[in-house]
């Protein structure tokens, strides 16, 4: 990459992309009205940024649509529900709490954007409220809200990410085994791995 490109400050970046449109500074809000909370109780699948002191993380939730709980206008709830213990999100909030959610709902091209901050909470009061096969979760992500708005269709027209005939054949992606299998350097055997996940993932979602 030639470093004459490179953009280095903020003044070159809007010379580059030009003003914002007047309805894309307005859109943004501070709290959660109804149609951020209709949006929010639709959607099965969040994907949660975090940051920590090298890097950036991007990490997916999915539950049942409504999975994310809006405490109040300025308040959400996540459960932390079972996973690898990595804990790379919560490790981040713990560190770092600045959050960022994208909202995504099934045949639905918009997406619906939350940024605030966020602290992690054992409180049985809390976590009791999202308990499943009368399992709680260990933890809830508790995110203030600072920002709050809707995002266009564009990426996912793109995309066309809802179109079955786009859907790509299992053959044409490798199998979480086989990416194991090389990236652990032959710790994992790919094909005992994805044939105990068959059964596993589904007996222990939380």
């Not at 949660?48 to 709980?69: C, H, L, M, W, Y």
């Not at 809200?145 to 859907?167: G, M, Q, T």
Request: hydrophobic share 45%.
């Amino acid at each position: 990459m030639d470093s004459r490109y490179v953009i280095r400050d903020a003044s070159e970046l809007a010379g580059l992309y030009g003003p914002a449109l007047e309805r894309s500074l307005r859109k943004q809000i501070d709290h959660l009205d109804d149609y951020c909370r209709a949006f929010i109780a639709a959607s099965p699948f969040v994907i949660i940024g975090t940051q920590n002191e090298t890097a950036a993380d991007a990490s997916p939730r999915g539950d049942v649509p409504g999975f994310v709980k809006v405490a109040d206008d300025h308040t959400l709830l996540i459960p932390d529900r079972r996973g690898n213990n990595r804990l790379d999100t919560l490790q981040n909030l713990v560190r770092h709490p600045l959050v960022g959610l994208l909202f995504v709902i099934p045949g639905v091209h918009e997406t619906f954007r939350v940024n605030g901050e966020a602290v992690l909470s054992r409180d049985p009061a809390i976590t009791g409220l999202f308990v499943v096969q009368d399992k709680a979760p260990r933890t809830v992500i508790v995110v203030k809200v600072k920002e709050a708005y809707i995002h266009c269709s564009r990426a996912l027209v793109r995309a066309d990410l809802w179109n079955p005939a786009k859907f790509a054949p299992r053959h044409a992606v490798p199998t979480m085994g086989t990416v194991l299998a090389a990236h652990t350097h032959g710790f994992v055997e790919a094909e005992a791995f994805d044939e105990e996940a068959r059964k596993r993932v589904p007996l222990t979602l939380y």
